[in-house]
């Protein structure tokens, strides 16, 4: 088995511990030999022999059953010259206890072993068998002192071991928190690319197609017979600035477009946009006339109580197929937008008779896909393809159980016309 770690946070370091223990030994020793003297044997010798047992519990912690066999030879060599305890006898429980606590198990068990054999030697030598039961009680004093020195320090290496897992959960917890904080910015900036795409987009294509149109017809007016050179003038300056609005806007777009892709790499979350609901379909869709687009809205069934997602996603669905028939579908398109709420659901359906759509000509989109995670997330589902008869469909299913309770979600920025 391994040792188990030493939780230290908060605490001095387990080498200073070690260091302070060993001086205060040695002071006490020193102090003995001064006050109560070294008896029988030379001082030096004395000395010697202390400090054998004492200076390697410096090491208890890293190499407890060689500290343990250093302490258990210089009992030996004391038991030899001495027929009597010294104060640095106080080494072998700590020995114990340190292999106990901070040792495997094999070094547990042999440092015990060593200390129990260590106690019948220093009984035997102590008492000189003069008397049995003077032996045998001081051989069961001492080797409950190494039993009990053992089982206060296996308590500790299992407290320690609590306190090692323990510390391994928070560290675990806090890399857990770490990455739902990541995924939260994740999230967070996929809902700022799907409502840049929403929003601003949508505006840049309606320029783009007034720039287009406005354009066309000043050629137009260009090509006919000569009238006031003024004229002519004012529209061929007119002609020139609508090019260059019409080039800056597909310029904007497309980066528009690559920067929602670079949001777009880290996922999805939060709402940043105005909000929009379907209630203000009427002025999207005059936005489509005036780019001279046919385009019809009828909404049916109860829309008041829709929750504020599902109002916004079936703006956002409706808004999102507009801005592609611009793009796709052609000058002179007809376009239904059917909104039908019943109990269980609400339906949106987009429909043109213009051609099948491709791909943009300014960037990469990711209308549909945004439109498809908008409502999946909602629990509903989301069809974009071409029509049997012709033209584009956009059909989008969204489960709209009515709000519990309170008033129908108003946004005072929000105006109907």
Not at 55 to 67: E, N
Not at 202 to 231: C, F, I, K, M, N
Request: charged share 20%; proline share 6%; net charge neutral.
């Amino acid at each position: 088995m391994t040792r188990p770690a030493l939780p230290d946070a908060g605490r001095a370091s387990p080498g200073t511990v070690d260091a302070v223990l060993v001086g205060v030994l040695l002071t006490f020793l020193i102090g003995f030999a001064v006050v109560v003297g070294t008896r029988s044997i030379n001082p030096w010798t004395w000395m010697f022999i202390g400090a054998v047992q004492i200076v390697p519990l410096l090491w208890r912690r890293q190499a407890p059953l060689l500290v343990a066999g250093i302490i258990a030879a210089g009992c030996l060599l004391q038991l030899s010259v001495m027929t009597e305890s010294h104060p640095a006898n106080l080494a072998v429980p700590i020995a114990v206890f340190s292999a106990a606590a901070h040792g495997t198990r094999t070094e547990s068990a042999a440092t015990v072993a060593l200390g129990l054999v260590g106690a019948l030697l220093a009984a035997m030598r102590w008492t000189a068998w003069s008397n049995s039961v003077i032996f045998l009680g001081l051989l069961g004093i001492l080797s409950m002192i190494v039993i009990l020195s053992w089982l206060t320090g296996d308590v500790t290496r299992r407290r320690l071991i609590v306190q090692s897992r323990a510390a391994d959960q928070q560290a675990a917890l806090a890399r857990d928190e770490a990455q739902r904080s990541r995924l939260a910015v994740q999230d967070e900036r996929a809902a700022i690319a799907r409502e840049m795409h929403d929003v601003v987009a949508h505006s840049l294509a309606v320029v783009v197609v007034q720039a287009d149109g406005a354009l066309y017809a000043a050629r137009t007016a260009l090509d006919q017979p000569p009238q006031v050179e003024a004229d002519r003038a004012a529209l061929e300056q007119a002609a020139t600035t609508l090019e260059t609005l019409a080039e800056t806007a597909r310029s904007s777009l497309a980066e528009t477009r690559r920067l929602v892709g670079v949001l777009r790499e880290e996922g999805a979350g939060a709402e940043y946009a105005p909000f929009q609901g379907l209630a203000d379909l009427d002025r999207l869709a005059d936005g489509m006339r005036d780019s001279g687009r046919e385009i019809q809205v009828a909404m049916r069934g109860r829309i008041d109580d829709l929750s504020r997602e599902v109002d916004q996603a079936a703006y956002r669905v409706v808004q999102e197929s507009l801005t592609n028939v611009l793009k796709h579908a052609g000058p002179s398109v007809r376009v239904d937008v059917d909104v039908l709420r019943t109990p269980a659901v609400l339906l949106v359906r987009v429909t043109d008779n213009g051609p099948t759509q491709g791909s943009s000509p300014d960037g990469t989109g990711h209308g549909i896909l945004g439109m498809t995670e908008r409502i999946e997330v909602l629990g509903g589902s989301l069809h974009a393809g071409p029509r049997p008869q012709g033209g584009w469909e956009v059909v989008a299913t969204i489960p709209a159980a009515p709000t519990p309770a309170g008033p129908p979600h108003t946004d005072p920025s929000r105006s109907r016309p």
